[in-house]
């Protein structure tokens, strides 16, 4: 309990020096939100989305799950795209993977994860599909890292066939896709080159 108390504690600090910074900030939040980015990323604690790139509150739109999956029947996810596409407008969908992801590391010795084995077989999809780029890597923490590049790129096509995406382009909406990679040892992002626009 007293951990929790920390972290009301915590949570009033914050909040006074926010408004000490900005006397407008949350009075300017109340009025609605705007964000331009849409986030889909990995539940990893290590990992948090407005704390990496640096924006406040009111500037991402978040969804994180295990190993940051895009299915078409999930459909907390799909619900997350629609608001963020066809009500908040957001200009940039940011699918960000990390590197020494223990889902994506899970995928590839399923069998006793009970639950969690039936979202990761989604992962371990993606090893098979491309298992001409990974059968090589011999170093296994080389080959974790590929495969979380792998189902980035993987995620972001995803993203893209969506009857959401494919209408909000259909329509000429302004929205780019994205896959980055988060870097643990660093703290730094990686484009992985593979935006997609709509307009080809
Ligand atoms: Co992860």
Known sequence: MSELKDLLENNRNWAARVTANDPEFFARLTRGQKPKHLWIGCSDSRVPANEIVDLPPGEVFVHRNVANIVLQTDMNCLSVLQYAVETLKVEHIIV????????????????????????????????EKYHDILDPIEEKGEKVNRLCELNVIEQVSNVCRTTIIQGAWDQGQKLSVHGWIYDIHDGLLHDLGVSVDGST
């Open 96 to 127: 960000c993977g990390h590197y020494g992801c223990g889902g994506v590391e899970a995928s590839m010795k399923p069998g006793n994860l009970a639950l969690i084995d039936n979202w990761l077989r989604k992962v371990s999809a993606v090893a």
